[in-house]
């Protein structure tokens, strides 16, 4: 399984932005996506998942109502649109695969190259 994300930048505080992550080569232990995130200094948190199968989406605290997560099934491609960001959602944000049990989780199998998201006051 292949994961290339892409779409992070400078947003102001309040503003949004749209990441996406195609998959490639998907097989049951990768059936859930998930996109996490770490911030300097910080650890590697659970952000959001969602599987291709239809399981509902499933989201950190801090970003329930702000966040949402959807695929493309045609497209093979998880997109993770943020509306009101805040300068604590600044970090990488990695997309990764994973079987069932990786929902809500920080434990996935295959891992995509990080974006950075840097959100101004």
């Known amino acids: 399984v292949q994961l290339q994300a892409s779409g992070g930048g400078l947003v102001q505080a309040g503003g949004s932005l749209r990441l996406s992550c195609a998959a490639s080569g998907r097989t049951f232990s990768s059936n859930v996506m998930g996109w996490l995130r770490q911030a300097p200094g910080k650890e590697r948190e659970f952000v959001a998942a969602i599987s291709w199968s239809g399981y509902s989406a ?14 493309d099934n045609a497209k093979n491609t998880v997109y993770l649109q943020m509306n009101s960001l805040k300068p604590e959602d600044t970090a990488v ?7 069932p049990s990786s929902y809500g ?3 996935y199998l295959y891992w ?3 974006t950075l998201v840097t959100v101004s006051s």
């Open 105 to 107: 989780s920080r434990s």
């Open 58 to 71: 499933y989201y950190a605290d801090s970003v329930k109502g702000r966040f949402t997560i959807s695929t």
């Open 93 to 99: 944000y990695y997309c990764a695969a994973g079987p």
């Open 112 to 114: 995509g190259q990080g």
